[in-house]
């Protein structure tokens, strides 16, 4: 996940499974991500190549979906709702403290590359507000308390 060379034959080994489905932009790059914790930029091309498609398609989809990163992500990604219902909650305060408790700006990862700190237009579960999610969980009606118990948890 760290700054290291990324194996190629990796990327190519996960092209080849998923080279004859059809619509396989997605999925393969899910799989490249599960893989590496992101999309090396390197496999841009091979994707691209296997799938006949411009390598600035591949880039686009990656632009477009927040799931996907080009850079080194933490081993765990915070996604803190930004949405009005969590803002009316209280949710600008909730960001200021993680980010003050993880010493960490919006679109940064931690030196150790533990915790990725992002912000999500709406995470669907306006009714728990204010929410934030760490990798595959959510987490509702935020606190300051709670969100100190929940970083720690992490952090063992
Ligand atoms: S506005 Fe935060 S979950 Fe919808």
Redesign the pocket.
């Known amino acids: 996940m760290k700054n290291e060379p990324v194996d190629l034959n990796r990327v190519n080994a996960i092209i080849e499974e998923q080279k004859d489905q059809k619509w396989a932009l997605i999925p393969l790059m899910q799989k490249i991500q599960e893989e590496f914790g992101y999309i090396p930029p390197e496999s841009i091309v091979p994707i691209a190549e296997a799938l006949h498609l411009f390598p600035s398609q591949v880039q686009g989809v990656i632009t477009f979906y927040a799931q996907f990163s080009l850079k080194p992500r933490g081993k765990y990604v915070i996604r803190v ?7 009316v ?1 209280g ?1 600008k305060s909730i960001l200021k403290i993680i980010r003050r408790e993880l010493a960490l700006d919006v679109g940064q990862t931690s030196e150790d590359y533990l915790f990725s700190l992002e912000t ?12 934030m999610m760490v990798n595959k969980t959510y987490f ?1 009606k935020l606190s300051p308390p709670k969100i100190n118990s929940i970083i720690k948890q992490y952090e063992k």
């Not at 709702?81 to 803002?87: E, I, N, P």
């Open positions: 709702c930004r949405g009005t219902a969590c803002h909650r949710g999500v237009a709406c995470l669907g579960a306006c009714f728990l507000a204010p929410t509702g």
